[in-house]
């Protein structure tokens, strides 16, 4: 159970070279995670863009359209008669603070 203890004697400046080398080990052998949203097609579907932005289908409709609150959050393309949210678009959305009121939250308030 119990180890020998040996106790070493450094400068600090060897300390701080050891540190160094320990770190340039570690990041060499670093991966970077994927950037977010790098697995997303360039045209993603109703379906798609409202699982990524974690939201129902319906919020996603009501958030193509202006409000008196607020521009629409996400315009999404037809393309041959579907629609279809540009992957730049749904990253940008990802990246809004999420502040818009809830429909049913407004009649209650008036």
Same mark, same amino acid.
């Given at each position: 159970?119990?180890?020998?203890? $040996? ?7 060897q300390l701080t ?7 340039? /080990? ?11 949203? /790098?697995?997303l097609p360039d045209?993603l579907t109703r379906?798609? $863009? =409202?699982?990524?932005?974690?939201? /129902?289908? $319906? ?5 193509? $359209? ?21 992957? =730049? ?22």
């Amino acid at each position: 159970m119990y180890g020998t203890v $040996t106790q070493i004697q450094i400068t600090p400046d060897q300390l701080t070279e050891l540190v160094r080398g320990a770190v340039r /080990s570690e990041l060499a052998n670093y991966i970077p995670p994927a950037p977010e949203g /790098s697995t997303l097609p360039d045209l993603l579907t109703r379906r798609q $863009t =409202a699982d990524a932005l974690q939201v /129902s289908l $319906t919020t996603l409709h009501d958030w193509a $359209t202006d409000t008196d609150d607020r521009p629409a959050v996400l315009v999404p393309r037809k393309i041959n008669g579907r629609v279809r949210y540009q992957k =730049a678009d749904v990253l940008a959305a990802l990246k809004q603070p999420r502040r818009f009121r809830h429909k049913a939250d407004e009649g209650r308030n008036q």
